[in-house]
RNA sequence: GGUCUCAUCGUCUAAUGGUUAGGACACCAGGUUUUCAUCCUGGCAAUCCGGGUUCAAUUCCCGGUGAGAUCACCA
């Protein structure tokens, strides 16, 4: 069996968002999961109008933050640099230079203004738009000042997708495409062709938007007497709204985005892997090494997904709580409040121990932790709009704070003792957990949600407790609140 | 408009010529000594429509309809 080559090969034009991701995931797996195969990674700049300052580097780091990992590429080089289409022109033209001298290829001599001519002469009649049919008949050398056309040779054609299953068109679909534009550099169509023959590539991985065109590279492959990789077209991931393709105009976010957010990698790998693959089982949750292992070309799914951003995040949270604490207090260096900067490490692993079934992305860790780290300010309404706290007199309040202050005084701070603190405290005072707990918790954090109480107060300290308390205290005395 | 493709709960999906059409997200209800979350239990919810083949069709075939892609000196 032949080493298994695959590719991604994206322009660089902008941000790398999920649809990208996932092609390059699938051809990554791919290659994989095979002792020998290669992943390569290849830029595809030969539109310098459309070319976006840094996008490459953008690209290169996405794949690196997901652990999307080539093994020949732009950046680290590999047997058949360069991996920069604009770095590889002389290639080209020897290329085109084969179908020159066989005939296939011709200077088009046309301007714009006169295709364009063509182009709706045809449509006022209702036909559709065949270059061919203007095919020049005595065309001109080929200087390089025009494009170079492909000569087609319109045929029906019935190909095998390994997604799509088996595709057929008529030669109505074949037309003459540019081969090499007046600026010297080829047209993707030409170049892709050119470059997997080079590279040695043995699977295309491509959105959709490539299988109409597919016939013609299928002429061309002909025409160049290249025997043609194997074809995987991958359907599109839609926008949560609406039924377009996911594209910047939508709202597709830049997958560095995502982790600027919080989303770990396996999340976002796992996500874009399953929307539009599965092993059928009904395994959700799958790490890198897994889809690896399972992932194959004809389980995936045919027609388009949509990006669900509330499944995703549930994700997240699943991929968030399999993570070890030592593990996820490094993922969450950047995600601390300012105020934890002075806490010791000790204590901030204290704190992420409870917070870990809590968060959904580690951008949340401030929402859940802050009082830990600074005092909050108390906030009276929250005690006053509590459906049940709302009931209580002042003197009640008063009570149950101050005995809940003497009682954890003499306490040992440790989860254990100030449950059994906090249990004796219900005994004495008469009261349910509800209410007394729900006052006591308010009164240590200000927060609106808060870990268990009885490790709350453990890790916040006698300190911290007993002031917060007292502090509390202080402002049902007084009545201005 | 031409060409190609696709079609199962709101969403991601599983399955099969015979099933109570399964799971997950979301949503709703209940439970776990406070809150939020986790976790557990339960609930709601789908085979686009019409023909045909068949004892039997969501599954195979045909036709509609709907959706997507493409028709560039973009990839």
Redesign the pocket.
Known sequence: MTTIRTRY???P?GYMHVGGVRTALFAFLLARQNNNGRFILRL????Q??EVEGSAEHLIKSLNALGISYDEGPDIGGDFAPYK?SERLDIYKNWAQKLIDAGRAYA?P???DE?QAF?DQARAA?Q????RNHRPENPPVWNGT??LRFKSDPKTYAWYDEV???????P??I?D??L????G?????F??IVDDAEMKITHIIR?????????NYLNLYEALNLDHPIFA?V??I?A?A????L?KRDGAKDVLEYIKDGYLPETLINFIA?????D???Q?IFSMDELIAKFSLD?V????????E??????N??WI?KLSLDDLYERVANFWPEAAESASLDYKKQVLAMVQ????VLSELPL?SSYFFEEPTPDWTMISN?K?LSKLSNDEILSFLDSAQNALLNCDHNPEAV?ST??EL?ETTGQ???????L???AV?W??????????IAVLGKDKVQARLKLAIEIANNPTK
């Open positions: 090969a994206p322009s034009t595809e700049d030969t539109d109008k459309r289409q088009d046309y301007t714009g295709i182009r209702k559709p738009f065949l270059y025009t494009p799509m299953g088996r595709l057929t068109t008529g109505e679909v037309d495409f540019i090499i534009k007046t600026d550099f080829p047209t993707y169509n170049a892709h959105g959709q938007e490539f299988i109409s065109s597919q016939p077209t359907p599109h839609m949560d609406g039924n377009k393709k594209g399953s929307m539009g693959w599965n059928g089982t009904e959700e389980r799914q045919r027609s388009g997904a949509r990006f669900d509330k499944r995703l995040l549930w994700m949270g699943q709580r079934d809590r968060l959904k859940l509590n049940q449950q906090l249990n219900l349910k957990p509800g209410i007394l707990f729900s006591i918790r308010l954090s927060a609106p949600f808060s870990p268990a109480l009885n490790e709350t």
